[in-house]
T-cell receptor, first 115, second 113 residues
Framework: GAVVSQHPSRVICKSGTSVKIECRSLDFQATTMFWYRQFPKKSLMLMATSNEGSKATYEQGVEKDKFLINHASLTLSTLTVTSAHPEDSSFYIC???????????FGSGTQLSVL | AQTVTQSQPEMSVQEAETVTLSCTYDTSESNYYLFWYKQPPSRQMILVIRQEAYKQQNATENRFSVNFQKAAKSFSLKISDSQLGDTAMYFCAFMNRDDKIIFGKGTRLHILP
């Protein structure tokens, strides 16, 4: 099956710093990528949808200036958490979809801890 | 707005037994996809099974099968001959015409030895 690689798997940073998370589709071209946030023992909450070469579409309540998403190529999307604060600590998961496909392939997630 | 409801926060069954996880959804769309995802302790999301709304036949994948009732907007997952490795969080999910996947709150399933 298709593989989506997400890095880093875990990151600890100081409050006020920025953190970049990468999501790569390894064996297919991902026309659309999605970013989710998951709190402990909770469901996945969609943050934003990114299409290659265009601006990301953010869900209501998600600060676009805090969570910068770039989908510069058909195999890479990045999520940058800017000026991170402890309340941004969470598990972030990306998923990718190829053209014309209804299947989503998920990355393995990134646990962000902001001190 | 589309919603996905999983009414069972947590379930436990003995190994080798059959268990059914329930899911209902709400949408005004006529064509869509439904999924069950498994999230084990590793937190990797794993697709268990998917169903296309325009297909009346219930999807089956080995020990996993669904009971899709379109009129009732119900999409339950049956796990037969449950195994210890089935212990995980299970999410029911709906894909709308914007290709966004909306997840239910999940059911934590424990398979007991």
């Amino acid at each position: 099956g298709a593989v989506v690689s997400q890095h880093p798997s875990r990151v600890i940073c100081k409050s006020g710093t920025s953190v970049k998370i990468e999501c790569r589709s390894l064996d297919f071209q991902a026309t659309t990528m999605f970013w989710y946030r998951q709190f402990p023992k909770k469901s996945l909450m969609l943050m934003a949808t990114s299409n290659e070469g265009s601006k990301a579409t953010y869900e209501q309540g998600v600060e676009k200036d805090k969570f910068l998403i770039n989908h510069a190529s058909l195999t890479l999307s990045t999520l940058t958490v800017t000026s991170a604060h402890p309340e941004d600590s969470s598990f972030y998961i990306c998923s990718a979809r190829g053209a014309g496909g209804e299947k989503l392939f998920f990355g393995s997630g990134t646990q962000l801890s902001v001190l | 707005a589309q919603t996905v409801t999983q009414s069972q926060p947590e379930m436990s069954v003995q190994e080798a037994e059959t268990v059914t996880l329930s899911c209902t959804y709400d949408t005004s769309e006529s064509n869509y996809y439904l999924f069950w995802y498994k999230q084990p302790p590793s937190r990797q999301m794993i697709l268990v099974i998917r169903q296309e709304a325009y297909k009346q036949q219930n999807a089956t994948e080995n020990r996993f099968s669904v009971n899709f009732q379109k009129a009732a907007k119900s999409f339950s997952l049956k796990i037969s001959d449950s195994q210890l490795g089935d212990t995980a969080m299970y999410f029911c999910a709906f894909m709308n015409r914007d290709d966004k996947i909306i997840f239910g709150k999940g059911t934590r399933l424990h398979i007991l030895p």
